[in-house]
């Protein structure tokens, strides 16, 4: 997904003509050219254990990721770039891995089994058939990729125009490229997994730590939807990073970038980088956004039990459309609602238990805890009992008691003279079902609001021109 970076800023366009020659291309792959108005550039990253030229990788490769040695083709990230003709501006689009779409040749599934499935269903029919190894990779990828290619483009309504795909090592390689990337982390994590073990706040990532920020999901309050947007903030600090001096200026960095494109990164064979370079040499950073087409239901659940993403692709359709003729506005966008600026760790929260419920505050407590709320007293409440779960404040209208109660699956907010500040206090009765009652954790509220059950917006938009990476999960 890196390879984005690299297209806006301008690297591409001074260096283009000595990766042409060394650059991994795929053909045949049905893409459009732009007809409608906008270059349709569609990003994938894969878990794929070769480079971009199929060359297994090394063991000491391997063991550096933290990914293990099956063998897969997972498109665990998939990002719709909408860039108008003009190229004054750039909209990346997140797209869950798993959204529920219709995918040919397969019907109803997730959007990331359309490349893995369809190439393993060619591979075997190929194999069968008589074809070599060789022959039934390469054919079979081709296929799984068109079909990656058709899924996308009947969700979006879009034609794709052009493809990139990097790998696991590939986005390795660009981080340390460019010196590694900034990141803000709400809490600390420890998730082994994905090995990521990661101190709350401000820090620099590279190499392996760097993959296993963008590749965590466990252990996330929203799982795979706080992975994309760590995916997306991490994108956006990339952009910054390329396009400070440090990176276009020095011969070193540019030809670090150079071999880990020529290394990792699969480009369509009929993009004309150079002339595409040219058009966005003068991108600012602030034009480059990063958003999440809307959902319907972000915890959704087939007939059969299978967890997914439900999308309607009518809405999905309208919004992409709208990107380039400046109607998903605040009228239009699932994504228009302004991202909280509150500071977790400026409000101190007190948990009082009138549930009876042994060990229920110490659990609200804690799923608090993780997402930077300042611990205050845990205990069981003094006052009159009540009969269900509510938010105290000095302020009831105050951001904090907002997104606290918000947090906590929409609990009510009443006034209490005895808190001052920043200061609340939960109190659990035994109708509290939200995060910490069964071990669960509390997701930070992306707005004021509760969050609604229908149109939900996996996350706000996340543009590349702020000072500093965004705090996230």
């Known amino acids: 997904m890196s390879v984005l970076v690299l297209l806006f800023t301008g690297f591409a366009w001074r260096g283009v003509d000595s990766l042409r020659s060394n650059i991994a291309t795929a053909g045949a792959l049905g893409l459009g050219g732009g007809s409608d108005g906008a270059v349709d550039i569609l990003m994938v990253g894969t878990d794929s254990?070769?480079?971009?030229?199929?060359?297994?990788?090394?063991?000491?490769?391997?063991?550096?990721?933290?990914?293990?040695?099956?063998?897969?083709?997972?498109?665990?990230?998939?990002?719709l770039i909408r860039v108008p003709n003009d190229g004054s501006s750039a909209t990346a689009i997140s797209i869950p891995r798993d959204s529920y779409v219709e995918v040919p040749g397969i019907g109803m599934s997730k959007i990331n089994a359309a490349y893995g499935a369809t190439k393993e269903n060619k591979r075997l029919e190929l194999v069968e058939s008589g074809a070599s190894d060789a022959d039934a990779e390469?054919?079979?990828?081709?296929?799984?990729?068109?079909a990656l290619i058709e899924s996308v483009g009947d969700l979006t309504g879009i034609t794709v125009d052009h493809y990139a795909e990097v790998g696991l090592l590939g986005f390795v390689l660009l981080t340390d490229a460019v010196g590694g990337v900034d990141v803000c982390l709400?809490?600390?994590?420890?998730?082994?997994?994905?090995?990521?073990n990661f101190p709350a706040g401000e820090q620099t990532l590279s190499g392996a730590d760097a993959l296993s920020f963008v590749r965590q999901r466990h252990d996330l309050p929203r799982g795979d939807l706080d992975r994309i947007v760590r995916q997306q903030v991490f994108m956006a600090s990339l952009v910054r990073s390329v396009l400070s001096a440090k990176t276009?200026?020095?011969?070193?960095?540019?030809?670090?970038?150079?071999?880990?494109?020529?290394?990792?990164?699969?480009?369509?064979?009929?993009?004309?980088?150079?002339?595409?370079?040219?058009?966005?040499?003068?991108?600012?950073?602030?034009?480059?956004?990063?958003?999440?087409?809307?959902?319907?239901?972000?915890?959704?659940?087939?007939d059969y039990g299978e967890s997914i993403v439900e999308v309607d692709p009518a809405a999905v359709k309208k919004y992409v459309e709208g990107l380039l003729d400046g109607t998903a506005d605040e009228q239009d966008s699932p994504q228009s609602t302004a991202k909280s600026t509150l500071d977790p760790s400026t409000v101190t929260v007190e948990v009082a238990n009138d549930s009876g419920i042994d060990g229920l505050a110490n659990g609200v407590a804690s799923s608090l805890g993780q997402l930077g709320y300042t611990g205050g007293t845990i205990g069981n409440y003094e006052g009159s009992s009540l009969s269900s779960s509510a938010i105290q404040a000095a302020d009831p209208d105050s951001d904090a008691a907002r997104e606290v109660a918000a947090a906590l699956g929409g609990l009510?907010?009443?006034?209490?003279?005895?808190?001052?500040?920043?200061?609340?206090?939960?109190?659990?009765?035994?109708?509290?079902?939200?995060?910490?009652a069964d071990g669960g954790v509390a997701a930070i509220p992306t707005t004021t609001d509760a969050p609604t059950s229908a149109g939900e917006s996996p996350a706000p938009p996340i543009d590349a021109g702020s000072t500093g990476p965004a705090c996230v999960n």
């Open 138 to 146: 390469s054919q079979s990828t081709e296929a799984g990729r068109e």
């Open 49 to 79: 254990r070769t480079d971009a030229h199929g060359n297994s990788l090394s063991q000491a490769e391997l063991d550096s990721l933290r990914a293990g040695e099956e063998v897969a083709s997972n498109t665990d990230t998939i990002v």
């Open 186 to 196: 709400n809490a600390p994590v420890d998730e082994p997994m994905s090995g990521a």
């Open 248 to 302: 276009l200026s020095n011969p070193s960095r540019l030809s670090q970038l150079s071999g880990a494109v020529q290394r990792s990164v699969v480009l369509d064979s009929d993009w004309d980088i150079l002339q595409f370079a040219t058009r966005l040499q003068d991108l600012a950073g602030g034009k480059v956004k990063f958003e999440t087409i809307p959902a319907v239901d972000i915890n959704g659940v087939t």
């Open 412 to 436: 009510p907010i009443s006034f209490d003279d005895t808190l001052t500040g920043n200061t609340l206090r939960v109190v659990l009765a035994s109708d509290y079902d939200g995060p910490g």
